[in-house]
Nanobody, 115 residues
Framework: QVQLVESGGGSVQAGGSLRLSCVASGSMLRDNTMGWYRQAPGKQRELVAT???????NYGDSVKGRFTISRDNAKKMVYLQMNSLKPEDTAVYCCYARIFMSNYWGQGTQVTVSS
């Protein structure tokens, strides 16, 4: 079983930056995908960014050029650097892992961006 724990959320003014971290515990195969999704009140969950074990990335259109995902495979961690934050980035951000056809989710961390 894999558990994911996020940290680094908080409140920031528009234009500011935050860095989210997620640490995984349990058995992690080398061939996996880790990343972030977010869900704002009244909206569907949406992709923020994912990264495979070999470094291929995928970003949601709304965050391209502003957010950067990175990983430390030895530490089983994934990070999300968020720059130029906008009020519409306000959401609960959840860490995600896909390991051998199973999906795992963290509890989520709140990010609030004020104008």
């Amino acid at each position: 079983q894999v558990q994911l724990v996020e940290s680094g959320g908080g409140s920031v003014q528009a234009g500011g930056s935050l860095r989210l971290s997620c640490v995984a515990s349990g058995s992690m195969l080398r061939d996996n995908t880790m990343g972030w999704y977010r869900q704002a009140p009244g909206k569907q969950r949406e992709l923020v960014a994912t990264m495979t074990g070999t470094g291929s990335t995928n970003y949601g259109d709304s965050v391209k050029g502003r957010f950067t995902i990175s990983r430390d495979n030895a530490k089983k961690m994934v990070y999300l650097q968020m720059n130029s934050l906008k009020p519409e980035d306000t959401a609960v951000y959840c860490c995600y892992a896909r390991i051998f056809m199973s999906n795992y989710w963290g509890q989520g961390t709140q990010v609030t961006v004020s104008s």
